[in-house]
């Protein structure tokens, strides 16, 4: 039987944290330059990204950041250490549609440069937590 609400109780951290790796990872494939060439700030929920989600991240995508690293005002979002432009890529609540099967909305803003947002399904395979299908609500 499928039901349909928040996370509150059906998840753990962990899974909510798998979760939201595998959305960023998929969002991040699709921006050629993000988190290689130019800085990324990522949040979930609102927040950063627990410590170790942000290791995981910066092992494939070296100039990923935590969110709250950016100075982001006006559209323009900059990376507090360096001064370069950047992207801040987004991880909305996470809504259950069974135990193996979430709903979460994801985003990338560059400010003036553009923004994309996506709906996704992601559902648990083979042990791991995988984006099946991420559809463009609006560019």
């Given at each position: 039987?499928?039901?349909?609400?928040?996370?509150?109780?059906?998840?753990?951290?962990?899974?909510?944290?798998?979760?939201?790796?595998?959305?960023?990872?998929?969002?991040?494939?699709?921006?050629?330059?993000?988190?290689?060439?130019?800085?990324?700030?990522?949040?979930?929920?609102?927040?950063?990204?627990?410590?170790d989600v942000?290791?995981?991240?910066?092992?494939?995508?070296?100039?990923?950041?935590?969110?709250?690293?950016?100075?982001?005002?006006?559209?323009?979002?900059?990376?507090?250490?360096?001064?370069?432009?950047?992207?801040?890529?987004?991880?909305?609540?996470?809504n259950a549609?069974?135990?193996?099967?979430?709903?979460?909305?994801?985003?990338?803003?560059?400010?003036?440069?553009?923004?994309?947002?996506?709906?996704?399904?992601?559902r648990f395979?083979?042990?791991?937590?995988?984006?099946?299908?991420?559809?463009?609500?609006?560019?």
């Amino acid at each position: 039987m499928k039901t349909t609400g928040t996370h509150k109780g059906l998840y753990t951290q962990a899974e909510k944290d798998a979760i939201g790796l595998a959305v960023v990872c998929d969002l991040l494939s699709r921006h050629s330059n993000a988190g290689k060439k130019q800085p990324c700030f990522v949040r979930f929920e609102g927040k950063d990204p627990p410590e170790d989600v942000l290791t995981t991240l910066t092992k494939i995508y070296p100039r990923v950041r935590a969110a709250s690293q950016a100075e982001w005002r006006e559209a323009t979002g900059r990376d507090r250490v360096g001064s370069y432009r950047g992207l801040m890529f987004s991880v909305g609540r996470i809504n259950a549609v069974s135990r193996t099967e979430v709903t979460v909305m994801g985003d990338w803003d560059g400010g003036p440069f553009g923004r994309a947002y996506y709906d996704y399904t992601v559902r648990f395979i083979d042990g791991q937590w995988q984006p099946v299908v991420a559809s463009v609500r609006r560019c």
